[in-house]
């Protein structure tokens, strides 16, 4: 299938690989691949104003190609305006805790390549808590945001569903 779509939105719970995806989906679509938590965090987990992130993010989002990976509630909408398409990944809590515990030996001691060099990774209590709620507080308002947003989505439940999709594309 041609895939005809050059600004991609990829959310979904901590976990999931949405980091994961947006690499492989750039170099399979030859597309650039843009993280917000690079954005986001400064050195040693410190976040950047939120006047500086939103500079930050409108200057990626005014480029004509890319792939942009992460949440973020408050700028989804905005980004939802210049995307073309959004991927969601709805996978289920456990295996996103799986995966982010998987992620914290495989990176201990060093940053992984979707976040700011000198961010080591870490599994602090409050993002656990963050991805034991997201089916309750996170995931019913961006579904709610991305219904409304009137551009073409799709929702995976299983890493298989992707795989097939991913695997579909020319």
């Known amino acids: ?23 492989q989906l750039g170099q399979k679509l030859n597309l650039p691949v843009v993280h917000l938590d690079k954005i986001w965090w400064l050195p040693n987990w410190q976040n950047r104003s939120k006047e500086e992130f939103d500079i930050l993010l409108d200057n990626e989002l005014s480029e004509s190609h890319w792939i942009i990976d992460g949440n973020y509630r408050r700028t ?3 980004r ?7 991927i969601f ?31 080591i990774e870490r599994f602090d209590p409050e993002f656990e808590e963050w991805i034991l709620n997201f089916e309750s507080t996170v995931k019913p308002e961006m579904m709610n945001i991305l219904k409304d ?7 995976f439940a299983t890493r298989q569903e992707t795989e097939l999709w991913m695997n579909s594309l020319s």
């Not at 299938?1 to 690499?23: D, N, P, W």
């Not at 939802?80 to 959004?86: E, G, M, R, S, T």
């Open 89 to 119: 990944l709805d996978y289920p809590i456990s295996l996103c805790m799986e995966s982010v515990c998987q992620r914290v030996n495989e990176y201990k001691g060093k940053s992984r390549p979707d976040m700011t060099e000198g961010c």
């Open 149 to 155: 947003a009137n551009i073409p989505y799709k929702i």
């Open 76 to 78: 989804f909408e905005q």
């Open 1 to 23: 299938m041609e895939f005809k779509y050059h600004r991609i939105l990829i959310v979904g719970c901590g976990g999931a690989g949405k980091s994961t995806l947006a690499r």
């Open 80 to 86: 939802l305006k210049y995307a073309d398409f959004c």
